[in-house]
């Protein structure tokens, strides 16, 4: 007889759930350290395109420290219309998700 993820014992869910926070959690936090890695090491391919000539019209992004993380504070002091213009929509939107996620977490684990 199957029995559904509704049919086990009382304390699976709660298990199942924390098990799955705790993987997914250590995946996220484990690529982003490996893109933060990746940005010291390769900075032509993980940096803001300031570089490109094609854009001269348009005001390059800020510069962005050197450090591990220093990167973060400068990318969440940025006006959204700026980094949309520079870095497009689809970033845009990737930054601010993921500072609503911050905020939430934040607000929750407090």
């Given amino acids: ?15 199942q759930f924390v098990a799955s ?3 997914n959690s250590g995946l996220g936090l484990s690529f982003f350290l490996i893109f933060a890695g990746l ?3 390769c900075p032509a391919v993980y ?3 300031s570089h490109v000539r094609l854009l001269a019209a348009q005001p390059a992004p800020p510069l962005l420290p050197h ?7 400068t990318l969440m002091a940025v006006d959204e219309s700026r980094l949309v213009q520079t870095a497009g929509m689809y970033i845009c939107m990737c930054v ?3 500072v609503c996620v911050c905020v939430c977490v934040y607000i929750v684990g407090h």
């Fill in 47 to 49: 940096s803001p395109r």
């Fill in 39 to 41: 940005r010291q090491w």
């Fill in 21 to 23: 926070v705790a993987i």
């Fill in 1 to 15: 007889m199957y029995m559904g993820a509704c049919d086990g014992a009382p304390g699976d869910a709660d298990a």
């Fill in 67 to 73: 450090g591990l993380f220093a990167w973060l504070v």
């Fill in 96 to 98: 601010c998700v993921c």
